[in-house]
Nanobody, 124 residues
Framework: QVQLVESGGGLVQAGGSLRLSCVAS????????MGWFRQAPGKEREFVAAVIKSGGSTYYADSVKGRFTISRDEAKNTVFLQMNSLKPEDTAVYYC?????????????????WGQGTQVTVSS
């Protein structure tokens, strides 16, 4: 079993920054990519960003391009999400996910493992 544990969420004013971390542990799996998703109250879980393990290519939702940056530290089995210029509409529970499937990185169904989520609240 693989465990993903997120941290770094919190309350921040609009325009501020937060850095989320996700540490992967447990049995070794063939990781293709890791991603971040978010879910606001009453809404479906949506793609935020993803990074492919081999080569480090990154992908972003249009709503966060230019403001969020995903990165990874392979030695520490950790993926980060640096969030700048935060807006109230970024408020959500943010989830880390891992996939061994080179499928669509934008779909929740592609991912095999999920963290428990960390709350991000942006006040106006």
């Amino acid at each position: 079993q693989v465990q993903l544990v997120e941290s770094g969420g919190g309350l921040v004013q609009a325009g501020g920054s937060l850095r989320l971390s996700c540490v992967a542990s447990g049995r070794s799996v063939s990781t293709y990519a890791m991603g971040w998703f978010r879910q606001a109250p009453g809404k479906e879980r949506e793609f935020v960003a993803a990074v492919i393990k081999s080569g480090g290519s990154t992908y972003y939702a249009d709503s966060v391009k230019g403001r969020f940056t995903i990165s990874r530290d392979e030695a520490k089995n950790t993926v980060f999400l640096q969030m700048n210029s935060l807006k109230p509409e970024d408020t959500a529970v943010y989830y880390c996910a891992l996939t061994s499937d080179p499928g669509s990185l934008f779909r929740t169904g592609t991912y095999d493992y999920w963290g428990q989520g960390t709350q991000v609240t942006v006040s106006s």
